[in-house]
């Protein structure tokens, strides 16, 4: 007699089936939406959205910051280079040159900046500020987020100067923890100039009222500041105006950190955070005229 061959024992398929299981992509993020944010972490998601799509706009168009360089380079190339060699300007033994670069920094940085709100009007025109409005998005995130986008920019204009400077010869410190006060300094600063041009344009509600105002005011706001001589020099009533003018400080934190002239970082810094926040509240309360 022939002996029954040994049963085989049982394979089982659960492992089999778990491996396969584990190898199938996980569909329960396509069936069921991801937690909302919400409390404090809402307010900075958006103004980091909002901020990376103003700044994705130079992805489709370089030009806008090339064209800017020419002003400052022709700022530092002929006046500045000009005035050097007259000595006109006492700068308390500090090359002109010197003395004027980080003015002309904040000055390209103003100059990005105090026209934002054109954009913002254009926006409104297109129809883009109505849908972001009707968003969950706060009002103040959508304006801090295009206001500190205009502060990257700045900062990209702000690299070109430091470059051309640094090429001319002006004696600037390479220190990183230095430039990075620099490049905070032209964020709050290019904020707040952002902010007042996009409160302006929910007074005025036309391009073309904000553009006549905002070449009435970046002059005055430069020349009433420290970025062409010392505050010394104004006559009394015009070294009130720098006072309370946010550019003085912008540009004596920038002398500061770059040069190494006596500064006053603390209160530089603290007045430019300020006007930064005003700003926001102001623009953000004003934002809606634009959309009515």
């Known amino acids: 007699m022939s002996a029954e061959p040994a049963a085989r024992p049982a394979v089982s398929a659960e492992p089999a089936g778990r491996a396969a299981a584990a190898d199938l992509p996980d569909l329960g993020l396509l069936l069921v939406p991801p937690r909302a944010r919400t409390g404090w972490r809402v307010v900075p998601a958006r103004v980091t959205a909002m901020c990376v799509v103003e700044l994705q706009k130079l992805r489709h168009d370089r030009t806008e910051l090339y064209t800017r360089a020419v002003q400052p380079a022709l700022w530092l190339l002929v006046f500045g280079e000009t005035f050097t060699r007259l000595k006109a300007i006492p700068t308390g033994g500090i090359p002109y040159l ?71 010869g002006v004696g600037m410190t390479w220190n990183p923890l230095r430039l990075l006060g620099v490049v905070v300094a032209v964020m709050l600063g290019s904020a707040f100039f952002a902010c007042l041009s996009t409160a302006i344009a929910g007074i005025v509600l036309t391009r073309d009222r904000l553009m006549g105002i905002g070449q009435a005011i970046t002059m ?48 530089d810094f603290g007045v430019l955070a300020l006007a930064t926040v005003l700003g926001i509240a102001a623009a953000s309360a004003l934002l809606g005229r634009l959309a009515r």
């Open 98 to 168: 010197d003395f004027l670069a980080p003015g002309i920094i904040a000055q390209s940085a103003m100059f990005i900046a105090i026209f934002y709100g054109i954009m913002i009007i254009w926006e409104r025109d297109s129809g883009v500020l109505t849908k972001l409005l009707v968003t969950p998005t706060p009002r103040a995130a959508l304006v801090t987020g295009k206001a500190f986008a205009a502060g990257v920019k700045a900062v990209l204009q702000a690299a070109v100067v430091v470059v051309l400077a640094a090429l001319l």
């Open 220 to 267: 005055p706001l430069f020349f009433a500041s420290n970025a062409l001589y010392p505050v010394d020099l104004m006559p009394g009533w015009l070294q009130a105006v720098s006072k309370a003018n946010p550019l003085s400080y912008q540009v004596d934190a920038l002398r500061g950190l770059l040069i190494g002239t006596p500064a006053h970082l603390p209160l």
